[in-house]
């Protein structure tokens, strides 16, 4: 089992840039979670999908982030236009939730700086 | 509202000191489940234990022990005869069945030799 792979691990684009961070879950999980590490406010949820349906967005900052998933191997992270207090780690991280069983599995995240 | 919170900001101890790391929740649920995470030096995110609310039993894991308390909210990690290895931050975190994790914001253990 590879677990949750990420793309890229690390990403430097200008102020102004469109960024797309890329998310594959371990398969057969049936839940994915965006989180968002950064020394101000720590780890913090951004977006997570059941089933491929987006369950809770109320993390995500403003318009400028956007997340999808098409199917069940595949999400996306985007920021339209990128901003410096963008900068910080973002992990992605699925999981098996089947009544109250849950197993969170996280990737090694994506460094993001926008200079 | 759910909220974690990690108290110590900074530990530092010498090698082969015992560490306890503490935590504090709140919650109105009654089912919940907490857990500790590992971050080292090289950023990743390791999953160290998850409990239930209904199971207040002690768990050891090799050096690693952790105290789960509902009468004071408490789930408290303690490292015996720390290691060098051990250095990183260490998250704790609560959640309901099926939904995302709330973590506090850390502790960085720095264990010297």
């Known amino acids: 089992d590879a677990g949750v792979i990420q793309s890229p691990r690390h990403e430097v684009t200008e102020m102004g840039q469109e960024v797309t961070l890329r998310c594959k879950p371990i398969?057969?999980?049936?839940?994915l979670f965006w989180y968002r590490q950064t020394m101000m406010r720590g780890l913090e949820l951004l977006i997570y999908f059941n089933n491929n349906v987006p369950i809770d967005d109320s993390g995500m900052p403003e318009d400028r982030f956007s997340a999808k998933m098409p199917n069940a191997s595949f999400s996306t992270l985007k920021i339209q236009p990128s901003e410096p207090r963008d900068s910080a780690v973002y992990f992605c991280?699925?999981?098996?939730?089947?009544?109250?069983?849950?197993?969170?599995?996280f990737g090694s995240g994506t460094r993001l700086t926008v200079v | 509202a759910q909220k974690v919170t990690q108290a110590q900001t900074e530990i530092s101890v010498v090698e082969k000191e015992d560490v306890t790391l503490d935590c504090v929740y709140e919650t109105r649920d009654t089912t919940y489940y907490l857990f500790w995470y590992k971050q080292p030096p090289s950023g990743e995110l390791v999953f160290l234990i998850r409990?239930?609310?209904?199971?207040?039993q002690n768990e050891i894991s090799g050096r690693y022990s952790w105290n789960f308390q509902k009468s004071t909210s408490s789930f408290n990690f303690t490292i015996t005869a720390s290691q060098v290895v051990d250095s990183a931050v260490y998250f704790c975190a609560l959640n309901q069945a099926g939904t995302a994790l709330i973590f506090g914001k850390g502790t960085t253990l720095s264990v010297s030799s």
């Open positions: 991280a699925s999981s098996y939730i089947a009544g109250s069983r849950q197993s969170d599995t």
């Open positions: 398969s057969g999980h049936n839940s």
């Open positions: 409990r239930n609310s209904f199971d207040e």
